[in-house]
């Protein structure tokens, strides 16, 4: 089983933007595994961005859930998050993406953009939607990247 090129470009994207790849160190199989909130700044519903993310990675089994659940605080919130099935392909995405090192006999983890990667116009407006926002007076978007070095 292989990426294709769309798949390839909307993981890249996601990366830098809200998802990760979860790993739980007992078995080489990881899995893509990404949340957004259900409402956009706008109000609108965000699931038809999650099915399309659903329907890109058609080949791997997927799940969308919706969810409530409490922020630091107790404040209330609800988000969709997908999540594919374990699979040995993500192993390759995994080393790519993350940095591991042994820290007081632990196992840390770290995720970096990886110096190979080439931004393309849909890894920009996956980034986009998921960490970016617009500012409607000088016609500016931003992007978070306060998660990378």
Not at 39 to 56: A, I
Not at 81 to 103: G, N, Q, S
Request: aromatic share 12%; charged share 30%.
């Amino acid at each position: 089983m292989q990426f294709t090129k769309e798949q390839k470009e909307v993981i890249d994207g996601s990366l830098l933007g809200d998802a990760c790849i979860w790993t739980n160190f007992k078995t080489p199989n990881k899995k893509f595994q990404k949340s957004q909130s259900k409402l956009d700044h706008k109000g609108g519903d965000k699931v038809s961005y999650m099915r399309w993310h659903e329907k890109v990675l058609h080949s791997f089994p997927t799940n969308v859930a919706f969810e409530n659940f409490k922020g630091i605080g107790g404040k209330m919130y609800q988000r969709y998050t997908l999540t594919t099935a374990m699979h040995e392909i993500w192993k390759a995405v995994d080393e790519r993406w993350y940095d591991l090192w042994l820290e007081d006999r632990c196992i840390k983890r770290r995720k970096r953009v990886p110096l190979d990667l080439k931004l393309t116009p849909l890894m920009a407006c996956v980034w986009h939607m998921d960490d970016g926002s617009n500012n409607p007076i000088d016609a500016n978007i931003e992007l978070n990247t306060q998660g990378f070095n």
